[in-house]
Structures are given as C-alpha cells and as structure tokens.
C-alpha cells in the first residue's frame, strides 16, 4: 500500500518558524502533484499549496505569504516552511499525492498522509 509519512509540527511559539516534511514510502514508479491541506477549528480541509514533479506551484486559499512549498523527486517528499507563525496557523496540516504509482501498472489516486498537528501559542 502507497504510504505518505508526515514528520515535524508540534507546539510552537508565535513567530518561530518549522517545517513540515512528508516522505512517501514504499516501492515506488512515479508520484504525481503533491500538496499540502490545512483543517482548522471548521474542520474543512483546506489547500494550502501543490507542487508538480516539474517544481510548479499553486497556492491555494489557506496559504499565507509565510507558506513556502517545495519538493526533492529524488527523496520523494515534499515540504513546507512556514516563518513568523502565527495563532491562526493552527490545524492539522495533511499531505496528498494526486498520484501515486507503484509501478508502471499500477496507480493509486489522492493518496494521504496521517495528518501532523501544529498548535501556535501567543
């Protein structure tokens, strides 16, 4: 099964900056766009931002200035740097891979990773 694993989030202070990482796993052919989703306290999961496999980027409307995508095809993983945090930043913040292909056979769609809550503190 097609895993995406998320690392980093956590407790943190207004204006300190972090970045989450999601790394997909297992064998793995190709991946297609991957993103980020924030869900907040209204429980939608809102874009953030895509990155495709040629570096191109969609901001979506959760994203703020502060919110930077990026993405190593070699490791397989995407990630985004938030700077100056702010409360409202707060949620759940989810990775996804629009495709994800095992093998040149096979493909999954819309695949998730397990969620990483970020909580900024005042």
């Known amino acids: 099964q097609p895993q995406l694993v998320q690392s980093g989030g956590g407790m943190v202070q207004a204006g300190d900056s972090l970045r989450l990482s999601c790394a997909a796993s297992g064998t793995i052919d190709s991946i297609g766009v991957m993103g980020w989703y924030l869900q907040g306290p209204q429980q939608t999961r809102e874009l953030v931002a895509t990155i495709a496999v040629d570096g191109r980027t969609n901001y979506g409307s959760a994203a703020k200035s502060r919110f930077t995508i990026s993405r190593d095809n070699a490791k397989n993983a995407v990630y985004l740097d938030i700077t100056s945090l702010k409360p409202e930043d707060t949620g759940v913040y989810y990775c996804?891979?629009?495709?994800?292909?095992?093998?040149?056979?096979?493909?999954?769609?819309?695949?998730w990773g397990q969620g990483t809550q970020v909580t900024v503190s005042p």
């Open positions: 996804n891979a629009d495709r994800f292909s095992p093998s040149a056979t096979l493909t999954y769609r819309n695949v």
